[in-house]
């Protein structure tokens, strides 16, 4: 089955940028949605279609994707960005989603 | 406005039953296959089970951690989609969440709303 690797934990200071990865096989041959969680909520996605923003996602919000990693950046990082980020693609093999192990990101 | 609202948590004895449902609004239920996640304690986000749209037969589908144990199901004449969960194991202790999938039931589209989660905890 299809496997998504991201690293546990990113640390950044505010108003600094962070940058959140996802790796797989010829990923840049998938379509990867990103999806946002804080503590006691739901997820939310924050980029669909590897660079596309939902309606209410800021413009310092963007996603990129080639050959074999996804990024998800964040400019100017602020308090209320503090979340685990999960990498979603669909595995075409079995027409199921996948998700990356989710990134903690520390501001 | 779009919305999923999961209900039917609680705390269940290993080996017992639950069922959870999952309510949608603002949007034309029938049209949408519907997911379950779940996230346990101090672990990431994990696909449970979907279910697609009618229009594509309704067929589902399990993560192998709960197939066999779980069902999904869904009544689009209330618009709720429901996961009963059977043989409950301790390592099934997580909070749930509902979700819809965007486009259309076997399209690579995000999941574009999701529930606040509903927790379930499985101990003796």
């Known amino acids: 089955s299809y496997v998504l690797t991201q690293s546990p934990s990113v640390s950044v200071a505010p108003g600094e940028t962070a940058t959140i990865t996802c790796g797989g096989d010829n990923i840049g041959r998938k379509s990867v949605h990103w999806y946002q969680q804080k503590p006691g909520q739901g997820p939310v996605g924050v980029i669909y279609f590897d660079r596309d923003r939902p309606t209410g996602i800021p413009e310092r919000v963007s996603g990129s994707n080639s050959v074999n990693t996804a990024t998800l950046t964040i400019s100017r990082v602020e308090a209320g960005d503090e979340a685990d980020y999960y990498c979603q693609v669909w595995d075409s093999t079995s027409d199921l989603p996948v998700l990356g192990g989710g990134t903690k990101l520390t501001v | 406005e779009v919305q999923v609202v999961e209900s039917g948590g609680g705390l269940v004895k290993p080996g017992r039953s639950l069922r959870l449902s999952c309510i949608g609004s603002g949007f034309s239920f029938g049209e949408h296959a519907m997911t379950w996640f779940r996230r346990a304690p101090e672990k990431g986000l994990e696909w449970v089970a979907l279910i697609r749209s009618n229009i594509y037969g309704g067929t589902t589908e399990y993560a192998a951690s709960v197939k066999d144990r779980f069902t999904i199901s869904r009544d689009d004449s209330k618009s709720i989609a429901y996961l009963q969960m059977d043989s409950l194991k301790i390592e099934d202790t997580a909070v749930y969440y509902c979700?819809?999938?965007?486009?259309?039931?076997?399209?690579?589209?995000?999941?574009?709303?999701w529930g606040q989660g509903t927790l379930v905890t499985v101990s003796s």
């Open positions: 979700s819809r999938k965007s486009g259309s039931s076997y399209e690579y589209t995000p999941f574009d709303s």
